[in-house]
């Protein structure tokens, strides 16, 4: 599968930002590393939605490809990789800030989980600043 950033054809920001991170996996991984600190292929896979391994590769690829992740060698282990948010990809926290919120707001799921929701509602700006310093 084609991982080379998308030629977009839309000059539309909202399609491109749906180009760049829009679908559920891309941001399940961006999630991970944001609010869970996860920063390993394995981690990714451990997640609890469950994501299938090809799809899990292609979105690393592609996430990397867009600038959003790095990859690096893993110095506690050289024949694996670790993956971290870019600047470009720390700056998608705003974004994830604003779907907790909205799902904190629609979501009412007897499994929703809410500390998220309430951390942001309590402190939005030291959410942010705890989001992006989780990537680093």
């Known amino acids: ?5 998308k030629k977009r054809v839309s000059g539309c920001p909202v399609a491109y930002g749906l180009d760049s991170f829009g679908d ?4 399940l991984i961006i999630r991970d590393l944001m609010v ?3 920063k390993t292929y394995s981690e990714f ?3 609890d939605e469950g994501i299938a391994t090809n799809i899990l590769i ?8 867009d600038g959003i992740l790095s990859k690096s ?3 506690d282990n050289r024949r694996s990789f670790t993956y971290a948010l870019t600047p470009k990809g720390k700056d ?3 974004i994830v800030i604003e779907i907790i919120r909205w799902s904190g707001k629609h979501d009412d799921r007897p499994s929703a989980l809410k500390p998220a929701v309430r951390a942001v509602e ?10 992006r310093g989780a990537c680093d």
């Open 58 to 65: 292609n979105r690393l690829k592609t996430l990397e490809a």
């Open 1 to 5: 599968m084609d991982t080379e950033p």
């Open 45 to 47: 896979l451990g997640s």
């Open 24 to 27: 559920r996996w891309s941001l």
């Open 122 to 131: 309590e402190d939005p700006d030291g959410f942010e600043k705890r989001l």
């Open 36 to 38: 869970h600190g996860k």
């Open 92 to 94: 998608l926290a705003p």
């Open 73 to 75: 060698r893993d110095p």
